[in-house]
């Protein structure tokens, strides 16, 4: 059983930064292509970033490219969010994932991940 969890939601203004951490248990971490999700107040949990397992290959949603960036460290069995110039809109539930059988060109399908995290709160002030 792979465990997932989230920190780093916290409160900020408009413009700010925000980083995120996802720390994940199991010896083979490094193999598992990794996912931030988020889900707004009435919305549907969308895909905001993903990684595959040598961090080579990254996909973002259009609403976040340019200003998220998603990384890994392999030996610290943890993924992370950098959140820049952050907005209302980003306001949202984030949740990290691990998704150990995975197709490469699906990293941002919900479907592609095993395991979930509880969530972390971040809330961009107006």
């Known amino acids: 059983q792979v465990q997932v969890v989230e920190s780093g939601g916290g409160l900020v203004q408009v413009g700010g930064s925000l980083r995120l951490s996802c720390a994940a248990s199991?010896?083979?971490?490094?193999?598992?292509?990794m996912g931030w999700f988020r889900q707004a107040p009435g919305k549907e949990r969308e895909s905001v970033a993903a990684?595959?397992?040598?961090?080579?290959?990254?996909y973002y949603s259009n609403s976040v490219k340019g200003r998220f960036t998603i990384s890994r460290d392999n030996a610290k069995n943890t993924v992370y969010l950098q959140m820049n110039s952050l907005k209302p809109e980003d306001t949202a539930l984030y949740y990290c994932?691990?998704?150990?059988?995975?197709?490469?060109?699906?990293?941002?399908?919900?479907?592609?991940?095993?395991?979930w995290g509880q969530g972390t709160q971040v809330t961009v002030s107006s």
């Open positions: 990684i595959n397992w040598s961090g080579g290959i990254r």
């Open positions: 994932a691990a998704a150990n059988d995975y197709t490469l060109g699906k990293m941002t399908n919900e479907g592609q991940y095993d395991y």
């Open positions: 199991g010896r083979t971490f490094s193999t598992y292509a």
